[in-house]
């Protein structure tokens, strides 16, 4: 989504995640639809690294080549994911939980939230899925209630940057690739 910063330079909506492979996928997206929350159809099933950031439309090369670089120095992990989570009463949301590959999201979020991208969280980071977000009381605990048993785990083996469109829907625009056998 283009927008345009105090300056009147363009500015852009990035958000750089985990996402899911095939079948976790669509069944966690599915069950998002499920809980009647309307994010289902533009947020893809996800771990976050960067929450929506928005940057000067001109800063995205450096971005990209900054998150190259985070990529560069981290390998492949094994993710687990395992149960169901909420930060209820703080905030309305459900959630599935990472039961392991906790301590690499954390380290790759630090490194992604750096140089172009340092700032500021509202929240400490916690990585998650998002099952259900701001939706009735009971649709919350009935996807809580869902994710009981839940128990999955597939190998992380890079990370996305995505860009939020005028309509609000989430684009990929670029796939890191995680290839580093190092932290620096």
Known sequence: MTASSGSGEPTIVVGV???LP???HSELRARRAAAGDPQAAIVPPHVTLLPPTEIPA??????????ARVASVHPPFDMHLSGP??????SQVVFVQVAAGLADCEQIEADVRSGPLYGQTP??????VTVAHDVPDDALDAAYDGLRGYDV???VTGFTMFEQDKSGVWRPQRQF????TRRD
């Not at 929240?123 to 998650?128: L, N, T, V």
């Not at 690739?177 to 580093?180: A, F, N, Q, V, Y």
């Open 58 to 67: 001109s800063a995205l090369p450096a971005v990209e080549e900054h998150l």
């Open 177 to 180: 690739t995680l290839d580093g």
């Open 153 to 155: 785990s597939f190998t």
């Open 85 to 90: 989570g909420t930060f209820r009463p703080v």
């Open 123 to 128: 929240f400490p980071y916690h990585p998650h």
């Open 22 to 24: 095939e079948p976790y």
């Open 17 to 19: 995640v985990i996402g």
